[in-house]
Nanobody, 126 residues
Framework: QVQLVESGGGLVQAGGSLRLSCAAS????????MAWFRQVPGKEREFVAA????????YYTDSVKGRFTISRDNAKNTEYLQMNSLKPEDTAVYYC???????????????????WGQGTQVTVSS
């Protein structure tokens, strides 16, 4: 069982930066693939970024490549999402997610992640 708690959301002007954190409970954090998704009202939850559990490989949706950076600190049981050059279209509720895959694959669909945080609101004003 893993419990996830996000923090770091808020209101920022376009072009600004925010860093989201996701603190995980339990001693098995390093075993999980970690990811960030986002969702706006009326739309499906969208993949943003993920980081593998073994070699730290990272994956991003095209719209955030070059602007967002996902990272993890296994010693602190924490995942991060550094968001730079924010745009109004990045406005959403951001969720961290944890999933286990015995082959260390890194899925990009929400159904493949078992544990979710409560979400943190990110609002980017123009």
């Amino acid at each position: 069982q893993v419990q996830l708690v996000e923090s770091g959301g808020g209101l920022v002007q376009a072009g600004g930066s925010l860093r989201l954190s996701c603190a995980a409970s339990g001693r098995t954090f390093s075993m999980y693939t970690m990811a960030w998704f986002r969702q706006v009202p009326g739309k499906e939850r969208e993949f943003v970024a993920a980081i593998s559990r073994d070699d730290g490989s990272t994956y991003y949706t095209d719209s955030v490549k070059g602007r967002f950076t996902i990272s993890r600190d296994n010693a602190k049981n924490t995942e991060y999402l550094q968001m730079n050059s924010l745009k109004p279209e990045d406005t959403a509720v951001y969720y961290c997610a944890a999933g286990f895959d015995p082959l260390s694959r890194v899925p990009t669909t929400p159904q493949r992640y078992r544990y979710w945080g409560q979400g943190t609101q990110v609002t980017v004003s123009s």
